[in-house]
């Protein structure tokens, strides 16, 4: 199991560890800041960083074969010869693309509070993200980016904690994903609530108030099937760099 850092701050960019294991898939620390691929949320990439100062690209972050295990993801054909089990290194994400998760993330909670149906679908990028909701009913593409305008305009604090599956159970109506179903078997769930908005198990990175998710825009609504409603959110200001 490696300890996930993330979980418990979304702000660390960066952590010692050592090198667990190595093989073709990538490299397993004893704990890491990168976020793996999961829940609708891209995996992490940056930068293992080695005593003797050299750099090792990570390019993405995916969950291995066994639960708990994290995989970060080299460039192909990188040099490895200098890691061996127990190695250390420094872990270090790229934070702007992680920031970007985070205030995407934090948008589509934010749409969930504006659309009151099932999602069925998810994904978050650096540059966009997209929800689908389980709906018929028209939306309206300014309407909604209105309504998350007021509510990053709130400041509201966002906050995870975590709860027992018994507690889950008690309170089905925490569930709003029909795809992805909260993690069972650990005995604890994390939920994550924006106080006054939205309350519902995640598990993924987010920012700390409202405030820092910007200025986030819809910039698209689709139907994607009868009963599908694909929204698209964007970042309004140009993409830095
Ligand atoms: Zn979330």
Redesign the pocket.
């Known amino acids: 199991m490696t300890d996930e850092l993330f979980r418990e701050d979304a702000s660390l960019h960066e952590c010692s560890a050592r090198v667990v294991a190595i093989d073709e898939l990538g490299v397993r620390l004893d704990r890491t800041v990168f976020y793996p691929q999961g829940?609708g949320?891209a995996g992490d990439a940056g930068v293992l960083r080695l005593a003797d100062g050299g750099e090792l690209a990570v390019i993405d972050t995916r969950k291995g074969a066994l639960p708990g295990e994290i995989v970060h993801v080299l460039a192909p054909a990188v040099d490895i010869s200098a890691l061996v089990p127990g190695s250390a290194v420094t872990a270090r994400i790229d934070a702007d693309r992680r920031k970007a998760h985070m205030r995407f993330?934090?948008a589509?909670?934010l749409l969930c509070a504006l659309v009151p149906h099932p999602v069925d679908g998810c994904s978050i990028t650096e540059r966009y993200a997209r929800l689908d909701f389980h709906m018929n009913e028209p939306l309206d593409k300014q309407a909604l980016t209105d309504g998350m305008a007021r509510l990053v305009a709130g400041a509201h604090a966002v906050q995870h904690r975590w709860i027992g599956e018994a507690e889950l159970d008690a309170n089905p109506q925490l569930v709003r994903s029909m795809s992805v179903m909260p993690p069972r078997g650990q005995g604890r769930i994390r939920v994550?609530e924006i106080e006054g908005v939205d309350l519902?198990p995640?598990?993924?990175?987010?920012v700390a108030n409202t405030a820092e998710v910007g200025n986030v825009i819809v910039t698209k609504v689709e139907k994607k099937s009868a009963m599908t409603r694909r929204v698209i959110l964007g970042f309004a200001e140009p993409a830095a760099g």
């Open positions: 829940g949320q993330h934090t589509t909670h994550l519902q995640c598990g993924g990175t987010h």
